[in-house]
């Protein structure tokens, strides 16, 4: 915690308290997108962490397949294009929010909102700086009951603008006084990864080494785990190579975090080239070689996978539930049902039961192959041998029901959940959104996005993707506009993703006012606009003899390409 000697714990109990009624509504958001996180891991070696990586970032844990994700094709708009147009029994609910349709940027919504600290500090912060000291001086002054909760909203809040957290980040601890715990810059650390700004990243890190006891196994996961997803992986590696200067240890445990990362991001080559450095160094344990399985079964290079196996045999490891599962995912993946049920069989009797997971992959397999009643046969199964379901399985199934037109047995599995004891989560909720708006029914989508605010289920960047393409596709400025700022308020950040989206679904819609204000607005945060909405909003204007609109896109993708320091996708 933050203090007025070494930590905010310190302050009045009364502070505390009000801050913590203040910001009651909000909540740490680390729910997963449609079929992404699962609860159980089948495919890492690491315990489970309590990282950010939400809004836009989630929980840096195991990953179902890509192929179980949702995809599909978008259904042509049919339904009338009234901007103003609001589904009437939603009306209350997105007229209370005082939205006003003209001013849609992300200033204008600030606006409106109930001054709160949080917003004070957000009104400051929602200009454009060219510096962190620049936000710093226009915070000076600033009278906040400061807690850390109120620290973390401001860092989430704006994770996707690292000038302005990192600003605000140095003006908290310029006061008199204050000091940051370990979690907060665990929290910046990871903003600045995110955002690829690795040299200013490590900057932070050498503050931190410092102060004892701020730089954990956590940090180091993190930074290893943005390396790697950036594509840096030589880099990821030199982290852990030097791990024990930052002291923390070089054991198979963050071995096995760094080799996880590898893997996650693409690179099982890297991850198998580290074991074979290490290994005669670092024992290995089955989970280090379980990774190495998982990663060589997800590039679909089985033999590997089988070399490995003989690897783990030399260490006097045997197989087990992880490392059948991955030989399950990798064969359901070619739709290769006799290998499946050989390797289920094997398993089975090898001693092995088959976990959630596998009873996930199976089940999503068989509905992606069309074959539904074979995954209503799962799913019975699972129940039969005592096996609970969880959310996300819960969550792939209703999805493959629904995709699969069983739109009754998809209605039946949500209300089995809660006769299960399973309580739908963030997934769970984003899921059917997805679907509802994935077929225009904005009603429908719109309404479970109140029942998930009701229920206290915090959203994220996938709750909000779907609802912002439908609007854009139907030219529904206000709900559009709502949906902005309720996502604002939820201190989910507006990323280089969600711009992009915004642009090209506005400008293929006719909206192309709208389109050129979202990509001024994200050169203005410091975005480098992919060349392919650039060059698209460009197509589309000349079409239009929207000259001047040209010239002004233009001239924004030239500041944006021409400043220093900016993170280019």
Known sequence: MLSKSTHLHSLS????????????????????????????????????????????????????????????????????????????????????????VQDIDMKSIVN?????????????????????????????????????????????????????????????????????????????????????????????????KEMEGYITLDTMTKIMRRLAKAGKYEDAIEAFQKIEIFGVDKDVTSLNRLMDALVKQGSVEHAERVYFEFKNHIPPTKQTLNVLVHGWCKTRKIDKAKETIDEMKKYGFAPDSVTYTSFIEAHCREKDFRKVNDTVEEMQKNGFALSIVTYTILMNAYAKAKEIDKAMEIYEQMKKNNCSPDSSFYNVFINSLSRAGRLKDSDAVFEDMSKQGVAPDASTYNTLIFLAAQDLQEEKALSILLKMEENKCKPDIDTYAPLLKMCCRLKRMKVLSFLLRHMFENNVSVDLGTYSLLVSRLSRNGRLDRACSFFEESVMKGFVPMDCTFENLVKELEKKGMEKEKQRVEAAMARAKEQPGLFAH
């Open 13 to 100: 109990q009364r502070h505390a308290q009000l801050c913590l009624n203040r910001f009651k509504q909000d909540c740490r958001n680390d729910s997963n997108g449609v079929g992404a996180l699962l609860h159980k891991t089948f495919c890492t070696a690491a315990e489970p962490l309590k990282v950010d990586d939400s809004h836009t970032t989630k929980a840096e844990s195991p990953e179902l397949p890509g192929w179980v994700k949702p995809s599909g094709k978008d259904k042509t708009p049919t339904k009338s294009d009234d901007d103003d147009f609001i589904p009437p029994s939603l009306s209350y609910w997105i007229e209370n929010h005082k939205i006003r």
């Open 112 to 208: 409106d909102i109930v001054e709160t600290d949080l917003d004070k500090i957000s009104k400051v912060l929602k200009n454009q700086f060219d510096s962190p000291d620049s936000v710093v001086k226009a915070l000076e002054g600033f009278d906040v009951d400061m807690c850390e909760s109120l620290v973390e909203q401001v860092l989430r809040r704006f994770s996707c603008e690292w000038i302005q957290a990192l600003g605000f980040f140095k003006w908290v601890e310029s006061q008199k006084g204050i000091k940051h715990s370990p979690d907060m810059y665990n929290l910046m650390v990871d903003n600045l990864g995110k955002m690829k700004k690795f040299e200013i990243m490590w900057g932070l890190v050498e503050q931190m």
